[in-house]
């Protein structure tokens, strides 16, 4: 686990760059556009090639890095090779067709995502679109790309790539300033090629070659097919959550889908540097244990990696509740961005944050079945959680209009997570979960004490410094600091096991 939690520390680190860049990005976009009817367009257009291609292109990331191990060992690494080839050019074919599919029904498309969009915002939407869905071809080969390096165990390239990718935007942003908004689509598609230009001396580096086969009938490819109906339902499901949501929020007028979209994305830093980069690292290893049919370290993982999680991920969801105005005021609040479009933001994200720690251990879990080659049962839970996602949308958006779609997505995840909980357990028997509701009670008592001190220092930071920029960046840091050197001393008193190895992790990335 050592030499795991290692690389997934080496990750992050990538993560926050780009994550910090991406901030930057999102920043820049709020002081030019703020929650205006472009803010919302390019959200939406941005999202939806992702949206569309995920279905086929994340299911097949999720089947691939099993596979390609089954293929290996069974077959030798030439025929891992061909299947790789196999994937990648059936995967080129299928993604422009719907790339040409996407561009004749733009219309079509934004009728459907963006059912309160009209008129000028429609057309504007449309046209946005068109040149977005040329991005869908480059985001499947990215997914590829991406794999075949974590068999390689080559985890660096695919995290830092999304640096370029997110200076490429930036530039665009500027760009449309002055030439005119289309070049926020422009520039979002340019990044995407960047990457995959990117990534293709990597995997050559690491043993890769091109070879132009296709054959669908090919036997590996049909036990992917048949292995992948149940996830692709399952991520077509966790997919209309998304819809739903940005359709919904569409009919709140001009603004609410922007903050909601500006929320989700300060909620994406902390699931993409803590939850994201160490799914990254133990997925291939969790795969490789089913291989090996070593179950006892197959549980023993998902316990340690549920506890890092939560250990990491509990003591940021309390701070970005108790903290979140003024993080949004500093990061976002200027420009066209008002003290309006602030409190929108962070009120959605102060509910969106309660649901980090269910989505964040919901995807250990689903790693664990898709790892066992079972699809069936995160596609059942994906589609309870997206009946309950539902109900709650059409029952919250009356009383508490947008906020209410950002608490109907957290509660969602959290009941998900305990049905997954329970289906695990079922299948490969106890794996000690009473350690993970352990560390979860022990992380919640911690990060309550670190809360009170974050919230002492701040307030009194502030009562001092005043609201200037200066100052409330000086308090937040303060607070900040505090914050963790608090947590951590409640961990080393409650003797959370795992908190020495996220230790050991950092010390050993810093005498690299």
Known sequence: MSRTAKNAVIIMVATLLSRVLGFLRETILANFYGTSMVADVFVLT??????IISIV???IYMMYIP???DTRDRLGEDEALKFTNNILNILSVFSIIVSILGIIFAGEIIKIFAIGFTGEKFNLAVQFLRIMMFGVLFLSLNKIQSSFLQVKESYLPASIVGVVYNIVIIIAIFISVKL???YLAIGALVGLFIQVLLLLPCMYKRGYRYSFYMNIKDESIIKMIKLSIPMMMGVAMSQLNVYVDKALASTLGDGKLAALNYASRLNDFVVALFVTSLITVIYPKLSQFVNNKDTINFKKIIVKSSNCIILVVVPIVLGAIILAEPIVRVLLER?????EST??????????AIGIIGYAVKEILSRGFYSLGDTKTPMINSSISVIINIILDLIFIKPFSYMGLAMATSISYMVTVVLMFFSLRKKVGSFNGSAVVSTFLRSLIGAIVMSIVVILIYNNLVAV???SFIGECTSLAAAILGGIIVYIICMKILKVEEMKLVEDSVK???KR
């Open 343 to 352: 409190a929108m933001t962070s009120n959605a994200l102060k509910l969106y």
């Open 67 to 69: 596979m390609y191990y």
């Open 57 to 59: 292109g994340s299911v």
């Open 335 to 339: 420009g066209s961005f008002s003290a």
């Open 465 to 467: 410094l005043g609201l």
């Open 180 to 182: 005119g908004s289309y």
């Open 46 to 51: 941005f999202n939806i090639p992702g949206l």
């Open 508 to 510: 050993n990335f810093f």
